[in-house]
C-alpha cells in the first residue's frame, strides 16, 4: 500500500471508514473543467460556474395574485360596502390612472395594480351591480404580490455551483437571463476490467460472463450530466491495456475503472497504472464494495470500483458521486438520508458499513418503513433494480423491527 487515505490503518487490517474516504477524496478534488456560455435550454444538468444576481426586482410591481376587483382598503367600511367600478385591467395591460377614493377596477390574476390600490378581493366573495361593486371586509395587502418580495434587484439568485434543475431554469427565465456561465461537463474515461467480460450480443465461452458494470456506471454518468468516453473492457496484455489506458488519459478529464482491486494477482490493472501513475488500494468499512482504489495515470485523476456489479454500482452512489461532483465544481455534493422505521430486523453486526438494496413500503398503520430485498449479494442487480433505495445499518450495528434506519432514495442519488 502506498501513501493515501488510510496509510497504517489499513496496512493494519483495519477498514477505512466510508466517511473518512470521502472526506479524503473531496480533498483530492481537482478544479473544475472550464467555463462556457450556454443559452438556458442547454443548461438543465449544468452546474453554474458564478454567482447570478437578479438585473432586477421579482415581481418587477405590484400585481394581483387573483382574478376578482382592486381597491384601496382604506375606502372601504370595517363591514364591507360598495365602490364604484372604473375600469378593467387584463394580465399584460397597464393603468397609470390612479384610483380614486371610493372606485374599484376589475383586475385579473398577474395584472399590475393601478396607482394607489393597494388590495385585491376574489371574485367570488364580491357582488356586481351595475356601475358598482360590493366587497367583503378586507385586509390591506390581501392577494396583492408586492414589488421586489421574491427577490430584489441585485439579489443573489443562484449560487455559483448550484447544479441546474427544471426550477433553478424556470428562475433565471423569470428574471431575464438568456445565458448562464457553467462549467463544461467532466469528460470521464469509463474502462472495464476483467478477462471473462464479453459484451451483450455476444457468444459466452465457458468462463465468460458479461459486461454489466459498463453498462450501468456509463449510464450512471450521464445522468449524473458527465460526458462518457467509452473504452469498453481494457486489453487482456499489460502492453495494451497501459496504450488504453494512456489514450484515456489523454482524451479525458478522469478515469474510472471497475474490477481488478482487490486482492487477486490475474489482473493486470494495478499493473498497469502503476507504470503510468499511482495506485492505493483501499480496503473499506463498506458493503457491498470493500476494495476500491485511488491513484492517477499520466496526471489524472483514476478511481477503481470494484468488480461485482452491485459493488460497483453502490460505491459509484456513495463514493464516486461526491467525488465527481465536486470535481464539477458543485457545492454541495452529499445526500441527506431520511430517517424512517424499518421494516426489518438486523441481527448481526458488521464491522463494515451496510448499504442494503431496500425501498419503502406501508407498514400495517399505513405509515411508511423500510423493506429489505431478501438477496443482498454484492454480485447481483435484480435486487438493485426491485429497490427504489439503499437502507444504510452503521458499523458493528443491530437494527430491529420499527428502529429508525437512514434511506437513502435513489431518486437522491441517481441525478
Ligand atoms: N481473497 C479476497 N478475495 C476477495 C476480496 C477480499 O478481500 N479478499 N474482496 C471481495 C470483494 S468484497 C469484492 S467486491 C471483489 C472485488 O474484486 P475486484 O474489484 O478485484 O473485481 P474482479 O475480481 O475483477 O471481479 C469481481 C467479480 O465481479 C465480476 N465483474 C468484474 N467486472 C465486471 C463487469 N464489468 N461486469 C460484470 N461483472 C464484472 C467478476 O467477473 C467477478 O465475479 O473481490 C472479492 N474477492
Ligand atoms: O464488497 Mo464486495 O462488494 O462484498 O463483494
Request: charged share 20%; aromatic share 6%; with cysteine.
Amino acid at each position: 500500500m502506498s501513501s493515501g487515505a488510510c496509510g497504517s490503518v489499513c496496512e493494519s487490517g483495519a477498514l477505512m471508514p466510508v466517511d473518512e474516504a470521502i472526506r479524503y477524496l473531496l480533498d483530492q478534488a481537482p478544479l473544475p473543467p472550464p467555463v462556457q456560455r450556454v443559452a438556458l435550454d442547454q443548461a438543465l444538468g449544468r452546474v453554474l460556474a458564478t454567482d447570478i444576481h437578479s438585473p432586477m426586482n421579482l415581481p418587477a410591481w405590484d400585481n394581483s395574485a387573483m382574478d376578482g376587483y382592486a381597491l384601496r382598503a382604506c375606502d372601504l367600511p370595517a363591514a364591507g360596502g360598495y365602490l364604484t367600478l372604473v375600469g378593467r385591467i387584463a394580465a399584460g395591460q397597464a393603468s397609470n390612472k390612479p384610483l380614486q377614493p371610493g372606485q374599484a377596477v376589475r383586475i385579473f390574476t398577474g395584472a399590475p395594480l393601478p396607482p394607489g390600490a393597494d388590495t385585491v378581493v376574489p371574485q367570488e366573495s364580491c357582488q356586481v351591480e351595475g356601475e358598482r361593486v360590493w366587497l367583503p371586509p378586507v385586509h390591506d395587502g390581501d392577494h396583492v404580490r408586492k414589488e421586489g418580495e421574491e427577490m430584489r434587484q441585485g439579489d443573489l439568485l443562484l449560487r455559483a455551483g448550484k447544479r441546474l434543475r427544471a426550477q433553478e431554469l424556470g428562475l433565471l427565465a423569470g428574471a431575464g437571463i438568456a445565458e448562464v456561465e457553467v462549467y463544461r461537463p467532466l469528460q470521464v474515461g469509463l474502462l472495464s476490467s476483467g478477462d471473462e467480460l464479453r459484451e451483450p450480443g455476444e457468444a459466452l465461452a465457458p468462463g465468460q460472463i458479461y459486461n454489466s458494470n459498463r453498462h450501468s456506471l456509463a449510464a450512471l454518468l450521464r445522468s449524473w450530466g458527465m460526458q462518457v468516453h467509452d473504452y469498453g473492457a481494457m486489453p487482456d496484455k499489460l502492453l495494451a491495456s497501459r496504450q488504453a489506458l494512456s489514450l484515456a488519459a489523454a482524451e479525458c478529464d478522469l478515469l474510472l475503472t471497475s474490477g481488478g482491486v482487490s486482492v487477486g494477482e490475474e489482473d493486470h490493472l494495478k499493473q498497469a497504472i502503476e507504470a503510468l501513475g499511482s495506485v492505493d488500494l483501499w480496503r473499506l468499512a463498506i458493503q457491498p464494495g470493500k476494495p476500491l482504489a485511488f491513484g492517477e495515470v499520466a496526471g489524472k485523476p483514476w478511481i477503481g470500483l470494484p468488480g461485482n456489479p452491485s459493488a460497483a454500482l453502490i460505491t459509484a452512489l456513495i463514493v464516486l458521486r461526491p467525488f465527481l461532483f465536486r470535481a464539477q465544481g458543485m457545492d454541495e455534493v452529499l445526500p441527506v438520508p431520511l430517517q424512517l422505521p424499518a421494516g426489518f430486523d438486523w441481527p448481526k453486526p458488521n464491522r463494515r458499513r451496510q448499504y442494503l438494496r431496500a425501498k419503502l413500503a406501508p407498514s400495517a398503520d399505513g405509515s411508511l418503513c423500510v423493506e429489505l430485498h431478501p438477496q443482498q449479494s454484492s454480485a447481483m442487480l435484480a435486487a438493485a433494480c426491485w429497490a427504489d433505495g439503499l437502507a444504510v445499518v452503521e458499523c458493528q450495528t443491530q437494527v430491529r423491527l420499527h428502529d429508525k434506519v437512514m434511506y437513502l432514495p435513489f431518486a437522491s442519488l441517481m441525478h
